[in-house]
Structure formats: C-alpha cells, structure tokens
C-alpha cells in the first residue's frame, strides 16, 4: 500500500501521538531531566537510519517488507513475525487507549457520561469508520493527527512563552537517569514506519523528535521532575498547570483524537502488513488484501471489546501484555533492518556501516527492554507464546497455501526483492 | 461484509451496556462530599490497573486497596461503618 507524503506521516504519527507516547514522553523528562532531549534525538535518530535503510532495500516496486524478512527468516517465520508484530499491538494498544480516552471524556468533558460507555462508543465509530471507503478513513486520519498535534502545539506555545522561568527545571540535576530510561524511548516511536519515500523515513522521527523535545520543555517548566517521572498521566498535569482548565480540555481534545489516531494508523499498518504476506508470490491467494479489508478491522475490534468488557482494562496484566506487543513489533522492524543491512551488502558488495551500526544499537536496545522489563519473566512468557501461536498459525497458513496453489515460486521471491 | 461490520459494531456496543448498568447502590458526590468528615466513613478506592492510572482525579483520603483482596482488607473495618468503594 503505496500513500502519498502528508499521507505517510500521519499513519506513521497516529502511536506517537497517543496517550502512551504522551505518558513515556512525560515520564523520561521527569525521570533524565534535560537529558532526556538529547536521548530522544538518539533514538529518533536511530529509527531515521533502520527506516532509511529498509527503503533503501526494497528497491523495486514489488517489494515488500514481508518478502524482505522472508529473505532472511525463510517464508513461515517471515509470516509468523508479521502477524504477531502487529495483531497483539493493535488489539492490546486499542484496549489500553480506549480506556485511557473513556476516563479523560468522563473526567475532562462529560462527568455524567460513563467513561466504560465512551471507551466503546468510540470503538464502535472507530470500527465503523473502516467500512467507509478508503479515502474517507484517510481523511478522517489526517483530521485526528492535525488535531493532536496541533492541540500539543499550542499548549506547548502557550508553556513555554508563559514560563516565568522557562528551563529552570533543566538546570536540575536529574536524579533518576538510567539506560533503562532511555531504551522507554524505543517504544514511543513503535508502529512509526509505514510506506512511503526514504523522505519520511527521516521526516517522521523529526518531526517528532520537534515536538516531543518542546512539550518535554514545556512540562518541566512547570511540573516538579519527580511529580512528572511517576505520574500515570503527566500529560494531563502539565496541561492543568500550563493553562489551567481550558489546557484540561485542550489535552483531553489530544487524547481522543490521538487514541483515535493511533487505533486508525494502527489498523492500517496491521492491514498492509499482513496484505504483503497475501501479495507475496509464495502465499498469496489465502486471504485476499480486498477481504482483509473488510474483515481485520470487526475482528480487531470484537478482540478489543471483548478484552475491555472482560475487565483487562483493571488488571495490571494489560500493562505487562502490551509492553511485550511493544517489544515484539520492535522484534519485527530489528529483524526487518538486519535482513536489510544483509541484503545491501549482497547487491553491492559494501556494508552500510551507519545502517549496521543503528541495527546492531536497535537489536541491543530492544534485548536490554526486554531483560529490564519490570515483570521481565511474564513479558518473556507473553512474547514467547505469541511467536509460538503465531508460528502455528503462520504454518497453517503457508500449508493450506500449498495446498491450493502449485509449488512456491522462490525465483520470483527473489526477483522482486 | 457491511452488514457483517454494523452487526459486529452493534455487539461491541451492546457489549459495554452491562458494565454501563449495575444493581449497586451508589452514591453522589454531593451525597459523598457531606460525609466526608464523618468519623465512620471510610473510602475505599478499588480501581486497579488502567481503571486507577488513566484516572486524574483521586479522593482526598481514599485507601487504595485490591478488590481481589477484599477477604483481607474487610477485616479492617467495622460493620456499622459506611463503606464507600470507588471503583470506576
């Protein structure tokens, strides 16, 4: 699935503008103080190259990251890692935003207006809105993203041209600067790439790496670093303090229409990565991209439904569940820019030292979250029994394939990478 | 496939209506507010989770406890107190 510029961005922008990336942002710059900016640069940096360089391997018009991991994984695992990338981080990610969009309309718009009932009614439109034809739900994308981001830029603004003193909180000595705390910032810019040129595989980690770094700014000019490394919703606190009420409701605007964002972004990259496993020469024909488009999203959305009503919502286990989901989509894209870094220096007989080198940092990045997770052996099960089922499925899949179409093609494989 | 979508949409609405309604008896914040300095209310707030953290607001002198434990924590308080739990 090809997008046009702007386009590109805003899919790739829904996760970092939900209430998650809000509360990592918001916790960092509590936790590392100003050091949190330059290790938000590095990070930003260190998804500009991977993205850069997985584009730069796909070159032809065929190619997809699908058959580009398959080069590497061979077919079953390559479809295995897509589906597990990215189904257990929408649904999970659906399931944590909702509730987290139902509490700030209850609190922040409509006291009377349940907040459980909200966390469903905006599912439902969320999943109506995928039955509409795709330039709607496109459109629709853009209007979420240009809200969030346009709402966090005026608050912003308004802090920082409002601080009495603005920056004092920088000059602090941070107290709780760790490796662990950097390597949070691997998560904010989970779900980021998507299709597009080598322009946005730099575009996006900057422009977010702006904005972030601004509101960080803003949020320790007014809020105590400790107060904004524990809280479960600094975003919500800074906002109070910079403009008091109105600053609620503005925040409250960027958290619906950020989860919205998220969800949207979020379904539209699970659909175009798992239609690249049905346009590979080698699978293709099982599940056809026009029937995932009708049927990913229901089901994304009876999962996540069932998960909220289910009360996951209230246990800590979400929480647990979607750090892993986090960790496997990095376990995705890490495999995705190795697979790169080894197919540039098969084609061209040179490694791309700056792409090998962000690969090696990002594959050590995303093994130390996973050993420094707080519940380390539940995040470990989680993760290893998702690529056990996804493995199940993902040989089901390729077997009923064979069955039906006549012996892979893996010349073709090859020739459209 | 539409109607397969608005009938899956109108489960997941219909879904979150049972969690909407309860048979508990409840409590307004008005009706809170003038107990509060009573010495025989304790408030208890059992939202765990996302249900607690996604949450700004939190009642000044609540004792956050598991609902889970209730076994536990009930052996704290006394029959004739008000009890007032805060879940959602």
């Not at chain 1, 929480?319 to 495999?335: K, Y």
């Not at chain 1, 089922?389 to 064979?402: C, E, Q, V």
Request: charged letters at 10%; one cysteine or more; glycine letters at 8%.
């Amino acid at each position: 699935m090809k997008h046009s510029f702007w386009l590109s961005i805003a899919l790739g922008a829904g996760w970092l503008l939900s209430p998650e990336s809000l509360v990592i942002a918001g916790n960092s710059a509590g936790n590392m103080g100003w050091l949190a900016i330059p290790a938000l640069a590095a990070v930003a940096l260190l998804f500009a190259l991977t993205g850069n360089l997985i584009k730069q391997s796909l070159a032809t018009e065929n190619s997809s990251d699908f058959l580009l991991l398959s080069s590497l994984t061979g077919t079953i695992p390559a479809i295995c890692l897509t589906i597990v990338s990215c189904l257990p981080f929408v649904t999970l990610a659906a399931t944590a935003l909702l509730v987290s969009s139902g509490y700030t309309f209850n609190e922040v718009f409509l006291y009377w207006f349940p907040n459980f009932g909200f966390s469903f009614l905006l599912l439902g439109l969320l999943s109506i809105l995928q039955a509409f034809p795709e330039k709607i739900i496109l459109r629709a994308q853009i209007i979420f993203v240009l809200l969030a981001a346009g709402g966090l830029f005026l608050l912003t603004v308004v802090g920082i041209a409002g601080a009495e003193q603005p920056g004092n909180a920088l000059l602090q000595k941070p107290e709780k600067v760790s490796a662990a705390s950097s390597a949070l910032l691997l998560l904010l810019f989970t779900g980021s790439r998507l299709s597009g040129g080598s322009k946005q595989s730099f575009l996006i980690p900057a422009i977010a790496f702006v904005l972030f770094s601004f509101w960080m700014f803003a949020s320790l000019s007014y809020v105590n670093p400790e107060r904004l490394g524990s809280s479960t919703i600094p975003y919500m606190t800074a906002a109070r303090k910079i403009m008091g009420d109105p600053g609620r409701q503005i925040m409250g605007l960027i958290i619906i229409s950020g989860t919205s964002a998220a969800i949207t972004g979020l379904l539209i990259m699970c659909r175009s990565m798992l239609g690249a496993i049905t346009l590979s020469p080698n699978t293709k024909s099982l599940f056809s991209v026009k029937k995932q488009r009708y049927l990913l999203p229901p089901l994304v959305a009876l999962a996540t439904g069932i998960l909220m009503a289910r009360g996951l919502a209230g246990d800590d286990l979400l929480e647990i569940l979607l750090h892993g989901a986090l960790i496997l989509w990095l376990i995705h894209h890490s495999l995705l820019a190795l697979s790169a870094v080894i197919l540039i220096q098969k084609r061209t007989g040179h490694m791309p030292i700056a792409g090998a080198l962000s690969t090696a940092i990002l594959i050590g990045g995303v093994l130390f979250l996973i050993t420094t997770s707080p519940q380390r052996t539940e995040t470990i099960r989680f993760i290893t029994s998702m690529l056990g089922a996804g493995g199940l499925l993902a040989a089901i899949w390729y077997l009923l394939h064979k069955k039906l179409t006549p012996e892979p093609t893996t010349q073709q494989t090859e020739k459209s990478l | 496939m539409k109607k397969l979508i608005l009938l899956l949409s109108f489960l997941l609405l219909s879904a979150g209506l049972p969690a909407i309604a309860s048979d508990v008896p409840t409590m307004s914040k008005e009706e809170l507010k003038a107990q509060l300095n009573s010495s025989t209310l304790a408030i208890l707030d059992v939202r765990s989770g996302r249900d607690w953290s996604s949450s700004e607001f939190k009642i000044t002198g609540a004792v956050r406890v598991l609902g889970s434990e209730i076994a536990k924590w009930s052996k704290d308080y006394k029959k004739d107190q008000t009890i007032v739990l805060y879940c959602a």
